[in-house]
């Protein structure tokens, strides 16, 4: 057995596959995560405006020859920011691991 358990109203069940059958992912629910750059408020929106604030802060492009990849690493830590190539995959996973990696400069916010 694989998925999601989910409890609502006193009921537990088996949701398996959430994201494709519309059981446990923030979409489903009308709820959406955004990546927001705190100097400015600006909500990313792109890879391009991510990439500019990116190396705005000292990262750079890493290519490793993953072409399902778009990689970032910065000459002062051993830190990378590994993202999918497509923006409609980036979720909250990537979003708290820029968060994590320049705990400063971004923060993760809830819309619904």
């Known amino acids: 057995m694989s998925g999601v358990w989910v409890f609502n109203n006193g009921v537990i069940r088996l949701v398996e596959n959430p994201n494709q059958s519309g059981g446990v992912s923030t979409q489903s629910h009308g709820r959406r995560n955004v990546l927001v750059y705190l100097p400015t408020g600006e909500a990313v929106s792109s890879y391009s405006s991510l990439e500019q604030i990116l190396r705005s802060l000292g990262w750079e492009r890493y290519f490793s ?4 990849l778009i ?9 990378l ?3 999918p190539r497509d923006f409609s995959k980036f979720n909250s996973v990537y979003m708290y691991d820029i ?3 320049n705990p400063n400069s971004f923060h993760v916010r809830d819309f619904n």
Not at 65 to 68: A, K, L, P, R, W
Not at 71 to 79: C, L, T, V
């Open 71 to 79: 990689q970032y690493h910065k000459r002062s830590s051993i830190d």
């Open 65 to 68: 020859g993953d072409s399902d």
């Open 99 to 101: 968060v994590v990696k």
């Open 81 to 83: 920011i590994s993202l």
